[in-house]
């Protein structure tokens, strides 16, 4: 279900994530695009894997320092950052995954973590260090 997002534009508003969706489907239905089906989530999957490739190459290619203090630099690496978001969105809309579940499980993965220690993965290795 598309819910309509506030007004969007690129004044920096945080966006929600049925923003991301609403701008995604909208984005295809202006452009005729096929609808998001579970036959294109492994090809949505990969151009978000090569959209984080562009983002590891500004990385590698200009440096930590560059993307935190070069503004062109930076632009471009938030830019393919959002590269990444968008065909992630695109991936689970294509398995009919609603902002709503993504929101519940991400909220519910962060409370996890917030309680988890680590302890087993530490105990896994323990061998190994000595
Ligand atoms: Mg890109």
């Known amino acids: 279900m598309l819910v309509e997002p506030r007004n969007i534009d690129q004044t920096g508003d945080d966006l929600r994530m049925s923003d991301l969706f609403y701008c995604q489907q909208t984005l295809r239905a202006k452009h005729h695009w096929p609808e998001h089906l579970p036959d294109q989530g492994p090809l949505l999957l990969l151009w978000a894997y090569g959209e984080m490739g562009e983002v590891g190459e500004i ?10 203090n070069n503004p062109a630099v930076r632009r471009h690496f938030v830019e393919e950052c959002g590269d990444v978001l968008m065909y992630l969105v695109d991936m689970m809309d294509s398995y009919g995954v609603t902002p709503e579940e993504i ?23 323990e061998d190994e260090d000595e």
């Open 59 to 68: 990385i590698k290619k200009k440096g930590n320092g560059a993307v935190m």
């Open 103 to 125: 929101s519940e499980a991400y909220a519910r993965k962060w409370k996890k973590n917030m309680d988890r220690t680590w302890e087993e993965n530490r105990k896994l290795y």
